[in-house]
């Protein structure tokens, strides 16, 4: 896999999951704190590993091309 996120796109996407977890934990034991939990685990997973399949579909590319 190639990476296609960059160093801006995991800040936002970190961000976003603590809002979310946050949320998630905020509103525990409703049903849809667990879709927010669900959502900023799959962010975590963006960030870690880089690489984003929604954003291959697309044709989108945020990381520093090598040279």
């Given at each position: 896999m190639?990476?296609?996120i960059g160093n801006v796109d995991k800040v936002v996407r970190a961000i976003l999951a603590?809002?979310?977890a946050y949320l998630g934990y905020a509103y525990y034991g409703v049903w849809y704190s667990y879709v927010l939990f669900l959502?900023?685990?799959l962010l975590l997973?963006?960030?870690i590993t880089g690489f984003c399949l929604p954003y291959k579909w697309l044709g989108?590319?945020?990381a520093k091309?090598?040279?």
């Open positions: 190639e990476k296609n603590v809002v979310l959502i900023a685990m997973v963006t960030i989108i590319n945020t091309k090598k040279k």
